[in-house]
């Protein structure tokens, strides 16, 4: 197709070719011929597909704004996985799956989150086509694809629309589209390894890569290429960072004393401590009752790692104070090994068939502290006591106060039985497909299978039984852990183990082409349908509720859906084009969604132009929450003193564990969204451009759970439930039978009941400079600003969140910084390149909008902010690397990542990690972290 040539897309289009090679790497239909009696004075470029658009362009400026990173910037970024790269672009935000994060819902992955509108708001797409979603749901709720799997060798460009695209892509597209393009093809062979240490030690990193092709599509008839890859990131132990890092003790910083050890708090040592009391239940051990002005002592004197505290006001008595973060991890072990192969068959001169595949296995293996004794969830042993006497009439020599006849209740940590976690997800992706053209008409055909099975093993949840067996019959020796065996520690903390799964196979069939001449080129016609189905297959851990720590939880579900979409590009004049498409879908489990979008962009002058866009776009529920799922856990419940009072204060009424089951509905409809952009882009020399982008995202029936206390209220007042919700109760009390039963499990399944709006602005601004012929500049900058990020309660509440550490509740409760940007320096000097890149954060208010007004971060003693600002401040990081090319074949690479050494900011709200926020400040906690490699082209 001959398109007239305009300085801004001819510049920007060539620059991208330099950088991009084979620029038709997308699997999209080749251009059609050029029109009979083409201009004289157009220039033929390549035409490629821009993520947001079917139909080939020359001009990659959409009306949509586009963010391309090449495979050579992301060299130069010296950032080594996919993960990596997404995350920092400026527009990924709250909601966003940091891999550091193991304590989440979906350890092990990694996902993005453009807008903050969490993970399950962006799609992403793999050469323009979907992928099975990571097996696991953020916060047990939110589906979204793991950036870990994805084959970073072969990349040869990611594409970051930064618009709702629903109206070609279907569901999820509200945020915007992430489309990781593989290389289309290779020849040649290239090698590369590298290794790299953290100053602080720990982190070490050691990565290789291949890749190889042969065959000239061209020439030949065939293209084959080959990529693998392997990546091993050791662990950084907490213990090997300071202060504020390292511990939960943040009094030095005006904070609370969260060390573990306190008999106040259920946090047990491994030396425990002990309180004389009774049991209220004979022979029940978990219902020990302390003696009236009992004090809790050591079970043992204080040992290693530990402090003899007596003087904790919060404490009264003696306890040894243990430092249990000691167990966790900065950054857990990551191991990636991939490989990606690609075949392309030239079947005559207008057909090219093509597959490929990807196998990818990520290892994630993270540390946690070893069990303690105490817990609440989902059998309470938080009165747990050792008994006087054994069975056998015995004193029981783990308790000092058994020959007073008294029971020592008991606070302690199992020494010996491993915490953490071991996930690897196995990640199958197979495509096959035919492009081509017939007479003015483009195709593209293909069928995906992608297949993620996840083994999650998981040690140091301690079995109820086995427990309440061994502090009854005084089989674990609690003086000297040491005398326990094997046998005994695995049978109380036994390793759970369980297979998730997810599928996606699909079918489309694409056209293009052509339809007439318009005074500014052709109109172009896009065109499509395809069939998916997906399914997902979560099962419990703990299954049969045996673990403590630990409730139910599973996902289950599957869905077909069928799609069609049609976009007509209409340039009307030289200076404006207008582009219009529309999708249909049809789900199997909700029905059916229509959404349309329309683009506008007029060009006054060739150096200036004006872009804009509407359209509107859906979510569809996950299975978890409209599947066959369920999640549930539990809480020691006290009821109101009328409640209590109408059974006689009996024991039916005294506290007990209350279950809170969060269901799938399926009654729950998709979220419905408006979007609108409003951008200039201005371009007054080839090396020389500026974008500026306002957005506006609108987003209804927000799907979130029901709340379970209004339920629960609604029941003890004997007003009806809220839709959709109910409470399974218990059996009649026999000291009052005809008085409301207890309610012993609060369902509060999920509906749409909220929406939200966010509007913000995006800058970008590139340069190039040549100082000579051997020595050229470039730069780029790219921010985004949040003007605000607001979202309204079904009773009209608004909460706005833009600058604060809400939503609190939300993946890694990370917070919505209204600035996050980069600016990258490059300069190349006949063989040598050398990059710096500046990333920045902005401050958050250590306020949580959704939790309650305020500071939320205050000592519990004084009721003072901590710190007085009640702020994190902003993090800015500076990475620095460099090549030099030895030869033509081979090339000497280094990088030094955060070079001054910034620290992390102090975040005492974020749960994600200690004291830190490792969503935006992970390098900070890392440290300096130095990478040296060679590359070889053979």
């Not at 993005?112 to 086509?129: D, E, P, W």
């Not at 979130?704 to 007003?719: I, T």
Request: net charge negative; proline share 7%.
């Amino acid at each position: 197709m001959a398109l007239r040539r305009h300085g801004l897309a001819l510049s920007i289009a060539a620059a991208l070719a330099c950088a991009s090679g084979a620029l038709h790497a997308q699997n999209a239909p080749p251009p059609p011929p050029a029109p009979q009696g083409s201009d004289k004075g157009t220039t033929e470029l390549a035409a490629i597909t821009v993520t947001g658009s079917a139909l080939p362009r020359i001009d990659v400026e959409t009306p949509s704004p586009v963010t391309t990173i090449t495979a050579d910037q992301i060299q130069k970024s010296g950032l080594t996985t996919v993960s990596d790269v997404i995350r920092a672009v400026s527009a990924d935000n709250s909601g966003s799956i940091p891999p550091a994060f193991t304590g989440g819902f979906a350890a092990g992955s990694s996902g993005v989150a453009l807008r903050g509108l969490t993970v399950n708001s962006t799609l992403v797409l793999i050469n323009g086509r979907r992928a099975a979603n990571y097996p696991l749901a953020d916060d047990g709720q939110r589906s979204f694809v793991d950036l870990n799997t994805i084959p970073s060798n072969a990349i040869e460009r990611i594409e970051v629309l930064k618009d709702g695209a629903s109206s070609l892509y279907g569901a999820d597209a509200i945020a915007g589209v992430v489309n990781i393009i593989l290389r289309p093809s290779y020849q040649g062979t290239e090698l590369s390894a590298d290794v790299g240490t953290s100053q602080h030690g720990g982190g070490t990193t050691k990565r290789g890569t291949v890749l190889f092709g042969g065959g000239d599509l061209r020439k030949d008839g065939w293209n084959a290429y080959f990529s693998a890859e392997y990546q091993k990131d050791e662990r950084i132990k907490v213990g090997d960072r300071g202060y504020p890092y390292n511990t939960n003790d943040t009094t030095r910083s005006g904070g609370n004393n969260l060390i573990g050890g306190q008999p106040s708090q259920n946090s047990g040592s491994i030396y425990g401590t002990v309180t004389p009391g009774t049991l209220s239940r004979p022979g029940d051990v978990t219902s020990g009752v302390a003696d009236p002005g009992a004090v809790a002592q050591p079970l043992v004197p204080c040992g290693p790692g530990s402090t003899f505290v007596t003087n904790d006001p919060n404490n009264p008595g003696s306890y040894c104070a243990f430092n249990r973060t000691r167990y966790f991890d900065i950054a857990p072990m990551m191991e990636r090994q991939g490989l990606y192969g690609r075949f392309n068959l030239k079947l005559n001169d207008t057909t090219t068939a093509y597959i490929d595949a990807s196998y990818y296995q990520v290892r994630t293996e993270f540390r946690g502290p070893p069990p303690q004794i105490q817990a609440s969830t989902p059998n309470n042993t938080n009165a747990i006591a050792l008994p006087a006497t054994l069975p056998d009439g015995s004193l029981n020599p783990n308790n000092p106060f058994a020959a007073e006849g008294k029971a020592a209740l008991i606070n302690y940590t199992f020494p010996g039985i491993p915490g953490g976690g071991d996930n690897k997800n196995h990640n199958l992706r197979i495509t096959g497909g035919v492009t081509g053209t017939w007479g003015d008409w483009a195709y593209d055909s293909a069928l995906v299978f992608s297949h993620n099975s996840l083994d999650i093993s998981t040690p140091g949840l301690l079995n109820y039984n086995a427990l309440v067996a061994a502090v009854a019959n005084g089989t674990y020796n609690f003086i000297d852990p040491s005398a326990n065996s094997p046998e005994l520690l695995r049978a109380l903390g036994p390793t759970l183990v369980k297979t998730s799964t997810s599928d996606l196979q699909s079918v489309d069939f694409r056209l293009s082409r052509p339809l007439l001449d318009l005074a500014g080129g052709s109109l172009g016609l896009a065109t499509g349908i395809d069939v998916r189905h997906e399914e997902q297959d979560d099962p419990d851990l703990n299954p049969d509720l045996a673990a403590q720590g630990l409730g139910i939880a599973h996902t289950k579900g599957n869905r077909t859906v069928t799609g069609a979409y049609v976009e007509l590009d209409a340039p009307f004049l030289e200076s404006l084009e207008v582009d219009v498409s529309g999708r249909y879908d049809h789900y199997s489990d909700f029905g059916k969604s229509f959404s349309p979008k329309i683009g506008l962009k007029w060009k006054p002058l060739d150096e200036l132009a004006f872009r804009g866009t509407f359209s509107k776009g859906f979510r569809a529920p996950s299975f978890s929450e409209n599947g066959s799922s369920e999640s549930e856990g539990f809480a020691t419940y006290t009821p109101p003193a009328d409640f209590q009072a109408a059974h006689n204060n009996s024991g039916y009424v005294q506290p007990y564990a209350l279950g809170f089951l969060t269901a799938a509905n399926p009654k729950v409809k998709p979220e419905r969204s408006k979007s609108w952009t409003f951008g200039i882009l201005y371009q007054p020399t080839q090396d020389l451009s500026a974008s500026l982008d306002y957005y506006r995202i609108k987003k209804t029936g927000v799907i979130s759970q029901q709340d379970p206390f209004a339920v629960l209220d609604a029941y003890l007042a004997g007003e009806p439930l809220p839709k959709d919700s109910s409470i399974v109760a218990d059996v009649p009390d026999p000291a009052a039978p005809n008085a409301l039963a207890r309610p012993l499990v609060v369902v509060a399944p999920y509906v749409n009941q909220n929406a939200l709006e966010t509007k913000g602005i995006d800058l970008n601004l590139k340069g190039g400079f040549d100082f000579h012929e051997n020595m050229r500049f470039t730069s780029e900058v790219n921010l985004t600003r949040i003007i605000s990020w607001t979202l309204t309660l079904q009773d009209g509440t608004k909460q706005e969140f833009v600058g604060t550490h809400g939503p609190y509740g939300v993946s890694s409760g990370a917070g919505t910084p209204r600035y996050r940007g980069s600016w990258a320096n490059s300069l190349q000097i006949g063989k040598f390149n050398v990059t710096g890149t500046v990333y920045y954060t902005s401050g958050l208010k250590l306020t949580e909008p959704d939790s309650g007004p305020g500071c939320q971060s205050t000592n519990t003693l004084t009721g003072e902010n901590f710190p007085p600002s009640c702020r994190m401040s902003s993090f800015t990081e500076v990475d620095f690397t460099g090549r030099y090319d030895l030869t033509e074949k081979v090339a000497i690479t280094g990088s030094v990542m955060n070079a001054f050494d910034r620290k992390a900011p102090f975040d005492p709200l974020n749960y994600a990690s200690f004291n830190y926020n490792p969503t935006y400040a992970q390098s900070g906690a890392v440290g300096r972290f130095y990478t040296v490699g060679v590359k070889v082209k053979l």
